[in-house]
């Protein structure tokens, strides 16, 4: 069975430094990898996506992540937080199949950036 | 991107009433849509997979008679949570992906159920 976890619920950053957001999944084969961010009262709104090809992926506002198979990581990092970025922030993952296939989302992390 | 609509954002109602939540693929086709359920704090719960033209698939513990969906075109999903209690209350999310493609997913803005 797939599964997604982040080991940390909250991650505090000062604004202007680095951020990252840890993510290890199981799954067998290879899986399609996400982040979405979830801001307070609101839906999903997708990050990045690794597919294949080239492991690190740069996605919306600046975040990037790094697949490294080895590891069966995918973290989320950004050079320099923002206050804005202060949000819940979700990873997931999705078999190969089709568009029927489920995503699993991760337990989810609040990232907390102070000024 | 593309967009999902849900509606209504929020919604109060009576214990033993039913409520209707929609969503809808508003510039693409989805043949297949999902539905969410998040308690405060939490992840994203799937409670079923909606599929056009035919029965949705729930997940265990989901009691389908209570929480009904209908797929009846390719860019509507409806949840209606039937005689709803108090501890129905919860933040119901649908999500889309266009069909074909079945990498991400789009997510509605969500509905937040209060069940009084």
């Known amino acids: 069975a797939q599964s997604v976890a982040q080991p940390e619920d909250q991650v505090n950053v000062a604004e202007g430094n680095p951020l990252t957001v840890k993510c290890t999944y199981s799954v067998s084969g290879n899986p399609y990898l996400f982040w979405y961010v979830q801001y307070p009262n609101r839906g999903l709104q997708f990050l990045l996506k690794y597919i294949t090809g080239d492991n690190l992926v740069k996605g919306s506002y600046g975040f990037e992540a790094e697949f490294n198979k080895s590891q069966t990581s995918f973290h989320l990092k950004k050079p320099s937080a923002l206050v804005s970025d202060s949000a819940l922030y979700f990873c997931a993952v999705r078999d190969r199949g089709s568009s029927a296939s489920k995503i699993i989302f991760g337990s989810g992390t609040r990232l907390s950036i102070r000024p | 991107g593309a967009v999902v609509s849900q509606h209504p954002s929020w919604v109060i109602c009576k214990s033993g009433t039913s409520v209707k939540i929609e969503c809808r693929s508003l510039?693409?086709?989805?043949?297949?849509m999902f539905w969410y359920r998040q308690f405060p704090k939490q992840s994203l719960m799937l409670m079923a997979t909606?599929?056009?033209?035919?029965?949705?698939?729930?997940e265990q513990g989901v009691e389908k008679d209570k929480f009904l969906i209908n797929h009846a075109s390719l860019t509507l999903s409806t949840l209606t949570v039937t005689s709803a209690h108090p501890e129905d209350s919860s933040f119901y999310i649908c999500?889309?992906?266009?069909?074909?493609?079945?990498?991400?997913?789009?997510f509605g803005q969500g509905t937040r159920l209060t069940v009084v």
């Open positions: 510039d693409f086709q989805a043949t297949t």
């Open positions: 999500s889309a992906s266009k069909d074909g493609r079945n990498t991400e997913a789009f």
């Open positions: 909606s599929n056009e033209g035919s029965k949705a698939t729930y």
